[in-house]
């Protein structure tokens, strides 16, 4: 396993330039691939079994055969967005690798006939936009880039866009609309952007470590690859984690290697005396799991049938001294910001489960207010144009269910405090401020 690490040495100095990358066997799994039929490089990353690292773990070699084939343009668009809070794993892999994204990136448009490639990058992320700017046009200089790829029959054009900062633009139909000079906002689909993405072309969407992965399926072969991590999860995966933890940072797992080794072995678990209380197993969109789920394998498989999602692969622990209801507050303020205010299931539903919660907050509420809310967000998941609507529904629905108690004696106290009388049951408008 050692030998496929992505973080391997990876502070290694000068790692970022071509020339040390190419100096430890970097690019060469890109040649290899340019001797191999289109379809044999496709059948590696449908053998490879590759899921999507970037949230919705759909299989990378699948979406690649998508795309139809024929002889018109087509794009693939690497989203280096990372807006999801808790994840910050693609940001180190484009500071200090940025030529695995590059190479991974050239292979993939291989596979998939592509001829166009775009990396859209995070606003915020200046000097990681720098350093792959500097990377690309070394790729290009040595003829990784551009007109018949070291003399095959492979042409790629790849360009850097930067957006300008907003979750949405983490929605692939979202990063489209951006990226064609648009508000972004998400489309209807169907059409899917295999078959009508990036200017209404065939376009491949994947993340940063999705793509940085594929040099390394290719240097091993796609069975091999598979033999790590699960049957059904397979490889190793990027784990971002933070919150209450002694040792935060990214740490590279071999899928399928319980959650309790990640938080406690390799981030040290919460400081003395703390106890985990819940933890986001992929980032502030998925529901909370408790102490319980710890010693579950992690892995896509089994983070789902525990009601939650391995998402991004960011893990938040929050432990025994932080409020429920402190977290569920501030992360509802998040996604009603970020909101692209196109439907109204998410646009009212953000805003109406912040306003309830605020009552929780401040001691207006009543336990009717906690039926509400979570009525609220059974009425947004599922029905909303993207899934920023469930990325704060499905988590603050799953706090309220599995700390109940803990809201209702927030209440109590809080009413306590502030010397109100008892409360008296609200209407539904009344709850959501509706009129007020």
């Not at 009508?196 to 065939?202: E, K, R, S």
């Not at 059904?232 to 959650?259: D, M």
Request: aromatic letters at 6%.
């Amino acid at each position: 396993m050692s030998e496929l690490l992505l973080f391997k040495d990876i502070d290694e100095p000068g790692l970022a330039s071509r020339e040390v990358y190419e100096r430890r066997g970097g690019y060469e799994s890109l040649k290899r691939a340019l001797r191999m039929p289109r379809e044999e490089v496709l059948q590696n990353l449908l053998d490879s079994g590759l899921r999507g690292r970037g949230g919705a773990g759909f299989a990378m070699g699948k979406k690649a055969s998508f795309l139809p084939k024929g002889t018109m343009d087509k794009y693939l668009v690497c989203n280096a967005d990372e807006s999801e809070p808790g994840t910050f794993k693609d940001r180190e892999l484009m500071q200090k690798s940025p030529h695995m994204l590059v190479e991974g990136m050239i292979i993939a448009a291989y596979a998939a006939d592509a001829n166009r490639s775009f990396i859209y990058i995070r606003g915020e992320y200046q000097q990681q936009a720098e350093i792959l700017e500097r990377a690309i046009e070394e790729a290009r200089s040595a003829g990784y880039l551009g007109e018949r790829i070291l003399g095959s029959d492979h042409s790629l054009s790849l360009v850097l866009h930067r957006g300008a900062g907003a979750y949405i633009c983490g929605e692939e139909t979202g990063l489209l609309d951006s990226l064609e000079g648009k508000r972004g906002n998400p489309r209807l689909k169907p059409p899917f952007p295999a078959n009508q993405g990036l200017y209404q072309g065939p376009t491949l969407i994947n993340n940063v470590e999705t793509l940085a992965t594929v040099p390394h399926i290719i240097r091993l072969g796609g069975q091999e690859y598979a033999k790590l991590g699960t049957e059904t999860s397979t490889g190793t995966k990027l784990v971002s984690v933070s919150g209450n933890v002694q040792r935060p940072g990214n740490y590279e797992i071999e899928l399928g290697i319980p959650a309790r080794e990640i938080i406690f072995g390799l981030a040290g678990g919460p400081e003395r005396g703390r106890d985990v209380k819940f933890w986001f197993p992929g980032g502030s969109s998925s529901p909370v799991l408790t102490p319980a789920e710890l010693d579950l394998p992690y892995d896509f498989d089994s983070m789902a049938k525990a009601g939650s999602m391995l998402g991004s692969g960011a893990i938040i622990v929050v432990d025994d001294s932080q409020s429920v209801v402190d977290v569920a507050l501030t992360l509802a303020k998040f996604y009603r910001h970020e909101s692209c205010g196109k439907c109204t299931p998410c646009r009212e539903g953000t805003n109406w489960t912040v306003k309830m919660l605020q009552r929780v907050e401040s001691g207006e509420a009543t336990p009717m207010d906690l039926d509400i809310i979570a009525s609220v967000q059974e009425q947004i998941m599922g029905n909303c144009l993207c899934v920023l609507g469930d990325a704060m529904a499905m988590p603050v629905a799953s706090m309220v269910s599995k700390f109940r108690d803990e809201f209702e004696a927030h209440i109590e106290t809080r009413r306590a405090q502030l010397g109100l009388g008892e409360p008296t049951e609200p209407t539904p408008l009344e709850a959501v401020g509706v009129g007020s």
